[in-house]
């Protein structure tokens, strides 16, 4: 590790302070990392068990008004083919979802108005009576109206990741639309007052993010109480302002001081060291962990404080378009071909699927 030295032990999660996590995040050392490993691992199955929950995600839309500058779905790609999938396709979505044994499907997509909030409360209605899934919803940044219509109609959770608490860089890299300033932690407590569980989570490896900007993030996570949080590597698009900032420099070789990298190994650790400050939340091995090492990402993620996984069941049709950076995992697999390898997979790890619907369970200590 770089800095002062090694981290001190690993111990009780609230003794880990901001600088402590910091010298974590800077740990080298294999051996010293698989003390950290081995903690999140031991705090994953005291405090949520062995059980894996399984959440189809269907990616309804890729239709966005934003112009977030890492998306490729982003408002000013002209090179996307747009699409919005019909009511009866995400039903059969949800019904496949059903029949692989998941508890819940995640209706994700760009920040799309096309998506009323009328059409939204519709479908959640549609899924809630024809399943009995829990609905996930992921839709940007809108409206607490619309918030509030469909955790009425029957909505259990949204996620909106804050992406990073380093203010100056947020500003940079999502901007804000004309006349409403983006403020996604007040999103989160609106969400939370409606009475959703609420997800958030952020990229590891933007340029311009520092180590001591992931430990606040960390810091800030233990400090929020959310149920769910989404950790994935930052992933370059070439048709994106960062992506091109991220390509020059790596030509140039000239990156911010202390600079975090968008590595699989940076990511596990921010995974372990937010299961030991959220001892009892729900992270994913993410889709964007399982791409950046295709041989064992998710493992890693799994066997490193992640206790879900979210398997892409979006028709392969409309799952090549939703191209949030290249080469998605899965691209062109079908949901059966991407079932199978993940129960394989879990099967190996000696981890069950989840049963019920896998919502968060709180808890006051391990076991509990
Ligand atoms: N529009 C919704 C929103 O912004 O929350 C949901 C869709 S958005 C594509 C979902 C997440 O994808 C974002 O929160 C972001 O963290 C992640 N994402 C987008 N582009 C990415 C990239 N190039 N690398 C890694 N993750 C990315």
């Known amino acids: 590790m770089s800095g002062a030295g090694a981290p001190p032990p690993l111990g009780v999660a609230d003794a880990l302070s901001r600088e402590t996590i910091e010298a974590w995040l800077r740990e080298e050392d294999a051996a010293r990392l698989d003390e950290l490993w081995r903690a999140a691992d031991e705090t994953r199955r005291a405090y949520v068990g062995d059980e894996v929950h399984l959440r189809g995600l269907c990616e309804v839309s890729n239709v966005c008004v934003r112009s977030c500058a890492y998306c490729g779905i982003r408002a000013p790609n002209r090179g996307v083919q747009r699409y919005r999938m019909h009511t009866g396709d995400v039903v059969a979505c949800a019904r496949q979802a059903r029949a692989f ?19 939204v409360a519709d479908l959640v209605r549609r899924i809630k009576a024809e399943t009995a899934l829990a609905v996930t919803l992921s839709l940007g940044e809108r409206p607490e109206a619309d918030l509030a219509a469909w955790r009425e109609a029957g909505a259990d959770r949204y996620l909106l990741r804050f992406e990073t608490s380093d203010e100056r860089l947020y500003r940079h890299i999502h901007p804000d639309l004309p006349g409403r300033v983006s403020d996604r932690l007040a999103d989160l407590r609106t969400l939370q007052r409606l009475g959703y569980e609420a997800g958030t989570g952020i990229m590891v490896g933007v340029p311009g993010q520092t180590y001591a900007s992931v430990a606040a993030d960390v810091d800030l996570f233990r400090g929020m109480d959310t149920d769910m949080i989404g950790i994935g590597p930052y992933l370059p698009h070439p048709a994106t302002p960062l992506g091109a900032e991220f390509a020059a420099r790596v030509a140039s070789g000239d990156w911010p001081p202390d600079q975090v990298p968008n590595t699989e190994l940076m990511t596990c650790k921010v995974v372990a060291l937010t299961r030991l400050v959220r001892p009892d939340s729900n992270l994913p091995a993410t889709t964007a962990l399982s791409l950046v090492d295709k041989e064992a990402g998710r493992a890693h993620g799994l066997s490193r404080g992640a206790n879900v996984v979210m398997p892409n069941i979006t028709p392969p049709e409309y799952r090549e378009k939703y191209e949030i950076y290249p080469e998605k995992a899965d691209v062109h697999e079908t949901a059966e071909a991407i079932n199978a390898s993940i129960q394989a997979l879990l099967r190996e790890l000696g981890r069950t699927v989840g049963t019920g619907a896998g919502g968060r369970r709180r808890t006051s200590g391990p076991g509990a």
């Open 101 to 119: 044994g998941y508890g819940t499907i995640v209706l994700q997509a760009g920040e799309d108005y096309g998506l009323s909030a009328e059409w």
